[in-house]
């Protein structure tokens, strides 16, 4: 039988079935967790839709919903093939994929509140020691983390998370997207499936970027941004918190945010733009930690940057020592061109007295230390 996605979405019968519940109505025993209470409200929305809501578990949803918990689906469209199997459907998709809410209020409230409840907890602060190693206040209120206690996104999945709120901004200070990075508690599994994401971009942190008709749930940029770096060290890792982490202990740092594998040119290029003296690639020491390192010193070399690599493995200098580090390599670079000085005026010197046959390729000579002198003052 051929079924539209929005009348499954208004069957209850359907609804029940995933859930394999007999009734809808309040006080149903909900499926998802051991329930001895009938904590399961099953009921019809103003738009038609059937939905479910338990108080014990704190999940809901539609009928999707339902059965991406039922049948252990990866999301929507691996939940409506697993629909069309159990049920014996074919199911087309008459309406829209649903457009994200821009809600830019919404998310501020979220954001500072989730801050605050940080600020707050004892238990969360050694929470965010324990797991990432970020201790100080002041970097905790300048990049406006916060913390999530079992807090779930109805409009947007059942999936409730335990973890961090990250506030990404853009340049400019400007809220851009947010985003939560989940967290495991006292050894227990936060995860209500295996196939549960690790992080994902709360729906309220959405926006329309310039010159796009749809607006994004995620944002690809680099936060925190790599600007004020100018003339110092950069290190660049492949995630926020790791990055940081970094900022706490110090460093200018930055992490891409849509994943370690996505540095498009330009976010090579702001990076190039902040004026860093050098850029360490902070990497873990396993396989895909070696290769995004790879990846990352051939893109930055491509626009001449120099680079090397920190293992983050091991212990990350301070940034005393990636000071000093620098400064030995400048300072290495002011005696070549020092040496470049004195072979200058020799070459000179040897031009007033050189025979008409050697003062071509002397002068050539010249020409060719000047212009290595002159990179130097302006590199
Ligand atoms: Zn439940």
Known sequence: MSLA???????????????????????????????????LAIFQSEDGVWRWKCHGCDQGGSVID?????????????????????????IF?????????????????????????LLDSFDAMALLEEKRNITGIETIKRFRLGYLDNASFPEYSSWSFTGWMLPVTDKHGRLVAVKVHSESRHGKDWRATKNMPKCLWAPFGTHVPPGAKKPLHGWS????????????????????LKA??????????????????????????????????EVFVVFDADPAGE??????????????IPCSAIDLTGNIPSPADLDAE??????????????????????????????????????????????????????
Request: proline share 6%; glycine share 8%; aromatic share 4%.
């Open 5 to 39: 996605l929005s009348e499954l979405k208004r069957n209850k019968a359907y609804l029940l079935g995933v859930l394999g519940v007999d009734k809808a109505g309040q006080h149903v025993k909900c499926p998802f967790h051991d329930d001895t209470h009938g904590s």
């Open 66 to 90: 339902a059965a991406i918990l039922a049948y252990n689906a990866k999301g929507a469209k691996d939940a409506v093939r697993a629909i069309e199997g159990n049920l014996g459907l074919k």
């Open 93 to 117: 998709r008459d309406e829209a994929p649903a457009v994200p809410v821009i809600d830019m209020a919404r998310a501020e409230a979220a954001v500072t509140r989730a801050h605050a409840d």
């Open 221 to 240: 940029t680099l936060w925190p941004g790599p600007e004020g770096c100018e003339g110092g060290p950069l290190l660049l890792t492949g995630g926020e």
């Open 244 to 277: 940081i982490r970094l900022c706490d202990a110090g460093h200018h740092a930055t992490a891409p945010t849509a994943g370690e594998n996505k540095m498009p040119p330009h976010l090579i290029n702001r990076i190039k733009a902040a004026k860093p003296s």
């Open 291 to 304: 290769s995004w390192r790879d990846k990352m010193i051939k893109h930055l070399g491509q626009v001449g």
């Open 326 to 379: 620098w400064k030995t390599a400048a300072t290495r670079e002011l005696q070549s061109a020092e040496e470049t000085i004195i072979e200058i005026e020799r070459t000179e010197e040897m031009l007033k007295s050189a025979p008409e046959n050697m003062a071509p390729k002397l002068a050539a000579q010249h020409a060719k230390l000047v212009r290595t002198l002159e990179a130097f003052y302006e590199g």
